[in-house]
Nanobody, 122 residues
Framework: VQLQAFGGGLVQAGVSLRLSCAAS????????MGWFRQAPGQEREWLAT????????YYADSVKGRFTISRDNAKNTLALQMNSLKPEDTAVYYC????????????????WGQGTQVTVSS
């Protein structure tokens, strides 16, 4: 399985940014998917998970109401819409393919994209 995250960049606080993740190598629509982020010197933080159909979504409290996870199974893509960005959202963002266990645990995901850097300036 290959996951490639893209769409990051340097933005100002308050704007929106949309990240994408392209998946290949497996039947994408069979798997739950998630987004994480990791800021320098910090542990990887779970952000959101989406069911295989896209019907169910789950969010960390830190991003609930600002970030939206979605997927397009016809295009094998996962997305994270990020609104009202804050400097504390600065991190490398990762997409991941879920295996089993708690949605918020990194160990529950067995394939990861390479990450895309998001930097939010104040």
């Amino acid at each position: 399985v290959q996951l490639q995250a893209f769409g990051g960049g340097l933005v100002q606080a308050g704007v929106s940014l949309r990240l994408s993740c392209a998946a290949s190598g497996r039947t994408f629509s069979n798997y739950l998917m998630g987004w994480f982020r990791q800021a320098p010197g910090q542990e990887r933080e779970w952000l959101a998970t989406i069911s295989s159909s896209g019907y169910y979504t789950y969010y960390a409290d830190s991003v609930k109401g600002r970030f939206t996870i979605s997927r397009d199974n016809a295009k094998n893509t996962l997305a994270l819409q990020m609104n009202s960005l804050k400097p504390e959202d600065t991190a490398v963002y990762y997409c991941a393919l879920y295996n089993s266990g708690e949605y918020s645990y990194t160990g529950s995901y067995d394939y990861w994209g390479q990450g895309t850097q998001v930097t939010v300036s104040s």
